[in-house]
């Protein structure tokens, strides 16, 4: 089995009211397999994804050879 780090940037619009209080998924995805849903937004934020902010999220050995 082939395990790998990845990152994922979530960037979030200027637009009004671009931000939300959504709880916000993902999923790898990659030749013979996937992560299932991961959750990206586990904050104590009451806004974890604010307007023209950008998120970084790790994922460490993972498996979607």
Known sequence: NYE???TLYVAT???DMADT???VFC???GQFGD???RMLSKSNSPIPFKQGQV???FFNNINVE
């Open 4 to 6: 790998d780090e990845f």
């Open 13 to 15: 619009g200027n637009q």
């Open 21 to 23: 209080e959504a709880d």
């Open 27 to 29: 999923c790898l995805i």
């Open 35 to 37: 992560t299932g849903r």
């Open 55 to 57: 998120k970084i999220k």
